[in-house]
Every structure is written in structure tokens, then in C-alpha cells.
């Protein structure tokens, strides 16, 4: 079993960066592909971005690339999330989420946090 915690999510102004961390706990995240995942209201959860088991290659969904980065440090046992240059529809509860597998697909992931609520005024 894998416990996800997630952090950093607040309130922001448009423009402005936030740092969302995902803390693990149970198993060494190392073995796991992770993902962040975000769901705005009444909408369905989507991708957002995701990192190998190294953290050498990263993916991540249009609407975020060159604004969001994803690391990922496994001695720590945490996923990041770094948003810059954030607008109105960034904001939704950001998930993270481990597989066991190598998809990143919402349903075929195996674990997942609570979620961080992230809201972007202008």
C-alpha cells in the first residue's frame, strides 16, 4: 500500500507560481510511474503531467506544457509540480497518483492522494 499526500494548492493570482508536493509513504515511490491529475467543477479528471520510474522523461497535457514542470525526488519520496504563468483554467483539485504499470492513464492508476485545491484569480 502507498499512501499520497498532496500540498501546496492555494490561492493565486493570475500570472503568478505555486509548488504542489505529493509526499509517499508505505512503499519507496522509486517502483511507481506518478502523475498529476486535476479536476475542475463539473468536469472530468485529466492528465496534467507524468514522469518515469527515473525521472528522465516527463509528459505532459497541451494546456500545461512550458508552463508546468514535473520532478520527481525518490529519496525523498515526493512528486513536484511546478505551475508558472498560471490562468483561470488551471484552477481545479490537483491529484497525485502512482502506477505500478507503465500508464499513465486516470484508470489505470493504482493509488492516489486526497487532492490540493489550486484557485487563480484574476
Known amino acids: 500500500q502507498v499512501q499520497l499526500v498532496e500540498s501546496g494548492g492555494g490561492l493565486v493570482q493570475a500570472g503568478g507560481s505555486l509548488r504542489l508536493s505529493c509526499a509517499a509513504s508505505g512503499r519507496t515511490v522509486s517502483v511507481f510511474v506518478m502523475g498529476w491529475f486535476r479536476q475542475a467543477p463539473g468536469k472530468e479528471r485529466e492528465f496534467v503531467a507524468g514522469?518515469?520510474?527515473?525521472?528522465?522523461?516527463?509528459y505532459y497535457a497541451d494546456s500545461v506544457k512550458d508552463r508546468f514542470t514535473i520532478y520527481r525526488d525518490n529519496a525523498k519520496n515526493t512528486l513536484y509540480l511546478q505551475m508558472n504563468s498560471l490562468n483561470s483554467e488551471d484552477t481545479a483539485i490537483y491529484y497525485c497518483?502512482?502506477?505500478?504499470?507503465?500508464?499513465?492513464?486516470?484508470?489505470?492508476?493504482?493509488?492516489w492522494g486526497k487532492g490540493t485545491q489550486v484557485t487563480v484569480y484574476t
Open positions: 514522469i518515469r520510474r527515473s525521472g528522465d522523461i516527463t
Open positions: 497518483a502512482a502506477n505500478g504499470g507503465s500508464s499513465y492513464r486516470l484508470e489505470h492508476m493504482d493509488y
